[in-house]
């Protein structure tokens, strides 16, 4: 168990909605990172926060966005949502600013239909 | 082309067997990470190199700035092994990207 939480475990719904992804850090860990892995692309960063500012993003598309709360959880929301959306969401925290060690939360597997 | 290539992208051992996952880059990296995912899909971060050599149990990772090449190797192998192995580097131009090989896969039989 890595400390980190992520929910729900799995999701289903449909092309055009719109979800939130909720994951919690580790204990005393301030950042936080959002990747998605999917069959076709493999695992890619979307951004990262650290003690509640934005500090990266990566290839997140426009429709996804992300914040992370003063308790230090963090949600992805992804709206309008599209058949190649379908994918597993990994949420990692790490104590710093750096990835010096991350820790993956047991990810979020959505799939749109 | 990816920036992280890896290989090979699928192994098969038999039990006790030495294994080498390799991973070449081709940009300046700050640091470099192997992950280990299970056939459940949860990742664990094995190790994050900069220069040298780093081992934990069973694990050996090193690292060759110079060549751009990491390799992890699996000592004495066992089907708990068995897994998904992704290397990612950090580039040096964009220290808080991940950049992320498309992982190896390994079957260690009994």
């Known amino acids: 168990d890595s400390g980190v939480t992520q929910t729900p475990k799995h999701l289903i719904t449909a092309t055009g909605q719109r979800v939130t992804l909720r994951c919690s850090p580790r204990?005393?860990?301030?950042?936080v990172y959002w990747y998605q892995q999917s069959l076709d692309q493999g695992l890619q960063f979307l951004i990262q926060y650290y003690n509640g500012e934005e500090r990266a993003k990566g290839n997140i598309l426009e429709r996804f966005s992300a914040q992370q709360f003063p308790d230090l959880h963090s949600e992805l929301n992804l709206s309008s949502l599209e058949l190649g959306d379908s994918a597993l969401y990994f949420c990692?925290?790490?104590?710093?600013?750096?990835?010096?060690?991350?820790?993956f939360g047991p990810g979020t597997r959505l799939t749109v239909l | 082309k990816n920036e992280v290539e890896q290989s090979p992208q699928n192994l098969t051992a038999q039990e006790g067997e030495f294994i080498t996952i390799n991973c070449s880059y081709s940009v300046g990296i700050s640091a470099l990470h192997w992950l280990q995912q299970h056939p459940g899909g949860g990742i664990v971060s094995l190790f994050m190199l900069s220069s040298g050599k780093k081992k934990h149990g069973r694990l050996i990772a090193t690292i060759n700035i110079q060549e751009k090449h990491s390799s992890l190797h699996i000592t004495a192998s066992h089907p708990r092994d068995s897994a998904v192995y992704i290397c990612?580097?950090?580039?040096?131009?964009?220290?808080?990207?991940?950049?992320f090989g498309a992982g190896t896969t390994v079957t260690v039989r009994a």
């Open positions: 204990s005393g860990d301030l950042s």
């Open positions: 990692a925290s790490s104590g710093d600013l750096s990835y010096n060690e991350q820790f």
């Open positions: 990612a580097v950090r580039p040096a131009r964009n220290d808080y990207k991940l950049s």
